[in-house]
């Protein structure tokens, strides 16, 4: 079975996003970026499958800008067999992402495509549930445990109460949370042989797919300053603090 993983390169988990000062987005420059956290989550999952022998080959996808073929080399080194890139400079919603996705897994028909449950640069969490709609797959979103069997896969899924099982019947879309695993690290050896393995690069128009924006971004701001906290002395007084904020 083919495994499929479409990955974002979004800014780093551990930089501090600043917005430009003319508002229009979040300033990208000179700023690391990295694989999207939950994508990352996506390609262990598929190489885990793969060590089991449930997967035979695992193909990563991204759609963005030149900068961000980095990642493709990111996943090879991590284990992924093939990377395709598409190229845009343009910006890309969830919508235009998944009809590029469609148009990929028409070409290359995998048992399995996981994706990260939302990119944390805008955390839309959206695209998963959109290639779903638009193929009419059987989807499993938020997955803290994917077990392949045959043509079948169960995932337990984090719900606000709890734990949720499904039985899907393959080919099916299935999105990554925190909790699925403990993306492992590259090796040195595997960095070095990923900068020589082969991208396949394309272009939205080779898809004949149209990619134009739908959304406007009317305002990027930061969020407003946190008042500082206060300390009390005891329950009683924090109890009558809170009364007299109309909380209790
Ligand atoms: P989102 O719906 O934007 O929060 O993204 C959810 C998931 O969709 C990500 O974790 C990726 O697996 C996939 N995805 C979103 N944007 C892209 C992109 N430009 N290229 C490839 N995969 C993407």
């Given at each position: ?7 974002k390169q979004?800014?780093?988990a ?8 003319d508002g229009t987005?979040v ?6 970026l990295s ?12 190489i885990r499958l793969?060590?089991k022998?449930?997967a035979s080959?695992?193909v990563?996808?991204s759609i963005?800008?030149?900068k ?6 990111s996943?090879?080194?991590l284990g ?5 890139f ?11 992402v998944?009809?590029v ?8 028909q995998?048992?399995l ?8 640069d ?13 193929l ?5 979103t938020?997955a803290s445990k994917?077990?392949v ?12 109460g ?10 099916a879309i299935?999105?990554?949370?925190l909790?699925?695993?403990n993306?492992?690290?590259?090796t040195l ?9 082969a991208i396949?690069?394309?272009k939205?128009e ?12 009317l305002k990027?701001s ?12 005891s329950?009683?007084?924090?109890v ?9």
């Amino acid at each position: 079975m083919k495994v499929l993983v479409p990955i974002k390169q979004v800014i780093d988990a551990n930089v501090r996003p600043r917005v430009k000062a003319d508002g229009t987005g979040v300033d990208l420059a000179n700023v690391k970026l990295s694989i999207n956290p939950f994508c990352e989550i996506a390609v262990e999952e598929a190489i885990r499958l793969k060590e089991k022998g449930k997967a035979s080959e695992i193909v990563v996808v991204s759609i963005g800008p030149a900068k961000a073929q980095e990642i493709i080399r990111s996943a090879y080194a991590l284990g992924a067999d093939r990377g395709l890139f598409v190229e845009t400079e343009e910006r890309v919603e969830p919508l235009a992402v998944a009809k590029v996705l469609q148009a990929i897994i028409a070409a290359e028909q995998p048992g399995l495509v996981i994706l990260g449950k939302q990119a944390i640069d805008d955390d839309s969490n959206q695209t998963g549930q959109m290639l779903a709609g638009l193929l009419g797959w059987p989807q499993a979103t938020f997955a803290s445990k994917l077990e392949v069997d045959g043509d079948r896969a169960t995932v337990t899924r984090e719900v606000d109460g709890g734990l949720e099982t499904l039985a899907l019947t393959l080919p099916a879309i299935v999105t990554t949370d925190l909790r699925l695993n403990n993306p492992r690290y590259p090796t040195l050896p595997n960095i070095m042989k990923a900068k020589k393995k082969a991208i396949d690069v394309k272009k939205p128009e080779d898809f004949g797919i149209d990619i134009t924006p739908r959304l406007k971004v009317l305002k990027v701001s930061e969020p407003p300053a946190r008042k500082p906290g206060i300390k009390v002395a005891s329950a009683e007084e924090l109890v009558k603090d809170l009364k007299a904020a109309g909380v209790l």
